[in-house]
C-alpha cells in the first residue's frame, strides 16, 4: 500500500520533500492537473557584438541593484522617447 503525502507548513517543506523522496512510494490518485497562466511578453533578438553587449549590460548594472539590465536599458530609453513626444 502506498503512502500518503505529508502535509507542508511552506513552500520550502514541499520542495525539499520533492526534491529528497522517492514519489513511486506514494498515492498520487488524489493529484489535480494545475494550469498556470504567466503573463505573455514579447522578446527582441538582436546580434550585437560581444563587447557593445558586455558595455550595456555593464552600463545597466551600473544604473539599478537588481533586475535585468537589457529589461532596464530599454525601459529608459522608452521613456526618453516618451518624453519626447510630449
Do not use: H, W
Not at 490518485?29 to 550595456?56: Q, Y
Amino acid at each position: 500500500m502506498k503512502r500518503k503525502i505529508p502535509t507542508f507548513k511552506n513552500d520550502k517543506e514541499a520542495q525539499d520533500f520533492v526534491d529528497t523522496a522517492d514519489l513511486t512510494q506514494y498515492d498520487l490518485s488524489g493529484a489535480k492537473p494545475l494550469r498556470f497562466e504567466f503573463e505573455k511578453r514579447t522578446g527582441v533578438n538582436m546580434r550585437l557584438p560581444e563587447s557593445l553587449l558586455e558595455a550595456v549590460k555593464d552600463s545597466a548594472k551600473a544604473r539599478m541593484a537588481r533586475g535585468s539590465p537589457i529589461n532596464d536599458l530599454f525601459s529608459n530609453s522608452a521613456n526618453s522617447l516618451l518624453a519626447e513626444q510630449c
